[in-house]
């Protein structure tokens, strides 16, 4: 069976909630910066390697994907507003059965909470049961079958940074 192993990843860590007038120019803290970098040279150590990183345009999701970029574990970054909060599930997973139908094997994704869980549990489950939390930076590896995905995913990695620091 053809899969696709997607990477689901949170953004570091950010400022406050309604430090910035526009939720989206909330950028990567330090700190956050910092530990996304310790998690993204771990992830190559690894031996991790993404033929695309596709992220929310969100400027600490996008931080977060250019500093995996950086490191090497992707050529390639693209944004999508699918990704955003309360992002589109079905107009994403369309762009994806077309990405993954083009024979690819590895994809990470940037974005938000609860979306990012929910998502990944739509996947697996077929349903949203609330129950996958993703942490700052964290990342959650799922196997997607070529043909009927949607509950028949499986997940391998789910992983919070401090365990990858």
């Known amino acids: 069976m053809t899969t696709t192993e997607l990477y689901i990843i949170r953004h570091g860590l950010a400022g406050e909630h309604g ?26 150590e690894l031996g991790l390697e993404f033929e695309l990183i596709l992220t929310s345009p969100y400027a600490r999701a996008l931080q977060t994907a250019e500093i995996l970029q950086a490191t090497g574990l992707s050529q390639a970054l693209e944004t999508s507003v699918d990704l955003l909060p309360q992002g589109d599930f079905e107009a994403w997973f369309s762009w994806f059965e077309g990405w993954q139908s083009a024979d690819r094997r590895a994809l990470a994704i940037v974005g938000h909470e609860p979306d990012l ?36 995913s499986e997940l391998f990695w789910l992983v919070p940074p401090k365990v990858l620091l």
Do not use: C, H, M
């Not at 996947?123 to 009927?148: F, S, T, Y």
């Open 117 to 152: 869980g929910q998502w990944a549990e739509f996947l697996i489950w077929g349903e949203v049961r609330n129950r996958l939390k993703l942490k700052k930076a964290g990342i959650i590896g799922i196997n997607v079958p070529l043909d009927d995905p949607i509950g028949n």
């Open 19 to 44: 430090s910035y007038p526009n939720d989206g120019d909330r950028p990567l803290t330090p700190e956050g910066i910092r530990k996304t970098q310790q998690v993204a040279k771990r992830l190559v």
